[in-house]
């Protein structure tokens, strides 16, 4: 019997990734994608991302959707308790283990862990520890693509948003900066690949400049891009507004 998995879904490339490799594992059965989205401008969190985009990119994969409405920068506590009942909710339907496509940070696993652990949940990590250059690469070479729609000015400028993630984007990148960004640098939109049925049809709309406020809260384990990083929240943020076509 299978083991039964929610899935942890961003709506980027390395979601898209995870999911890919998860679905060729047969010990899991995926029940749904799990997203979080802010609840006053309904788009998904931190990428920015149009919630109808995101429930296109669920049909195009073939797996129902779940969301967790999150109000506008929550307090850790707030987060947390909108994401413990509807993990409640969905552990009746028999699921064991939460899917994620982290890669390397230890602390924001642990986090997750943690968490998971006072809920009689497991966490699963498909891409951990794979080099991220490695992992990049194999995304491009599966025919994946994914669209830059978010970025941390503090490792890069607003000509980066809106960019297709190809070998030209990978050679443009500051030795700094992650090619993965799993360090909170870039967030992205995956819109075709071997997940998808049909591509995700959109067209790409202004650039927008958002700097954020520090929660009310001193634990960081939930900071701007998931980055545990004390002055994640001296810098601002660049976001491409996709349109859906």
């Known amino acids: 019997m299978k083991t039964k998995a929610l899935f942890n879904w961003s709506s980027g490339k390395d979601s898209a990734l995870a999911l890919y490799k998860t679905l060729q594992n047969p010990e899991f059965e995926i029940d749904c994608l799990l997203t979080s989205v802010n609840q006053k401008y309904q788009r998904v969190s931190m990428h920015g991302l149009r919630v109808e985009l995101l429930h296109s990119q669920a ?19 707030v987060y947390e308790n909108a994401l413990a009942t509807t993990l409640s909710q969905l552990k009746t339907r028999g699921i064991t283990h939460s899917i994620f496509g982290d890669i390397f940070l230890e602390d924001l696993r642990q986090y997750r862990e943690d968490k998971l652990a006072t ?46 993630i190809d ?7 500051p030795e700094n900066v992650d090619v993965c960004g799993e360090n909170g640098e870039f967030h992205t939109f995956t819109f075709d690949g071997p997940l998808f049925k049909q591509p995700i049809d959109f067209e790409i709309g202004e650039v927008v400049y958002r700097k954020y406020e520090k929660p009310a809260t001193t634990d960081t384990s939930d900071t701007a891009c998931d980055t545990s990083a004390s002055d994640a929240f001296d810098y601002g943020f660049w976001y491409c507004d996709l349109i859906p076509n």
Do not use: A
């Open 119 to 164: 809920m009689d949940l497991k966490g699963v990590f498909p891409l951990w520890k794979i080099p991220t250059k490695d992992l990049i690469q194999e995304f491009i070479d599966l025919g994946f693509k994914t669209i830059v729609v978010c970025v941390n000015e503090r490792y890069l400028d607003k000509n980066f948003v809106s960019r297709i």
């Open 59 to 77: 049909e195009s994969i073939g797996l129902p959707l779940e969301i967790v409405e999150i109000p506008e920068m929550p307090t850790m506590e």
């Open 167 to 173: 070998q030209d984007f990978i050679n443009d990148l």
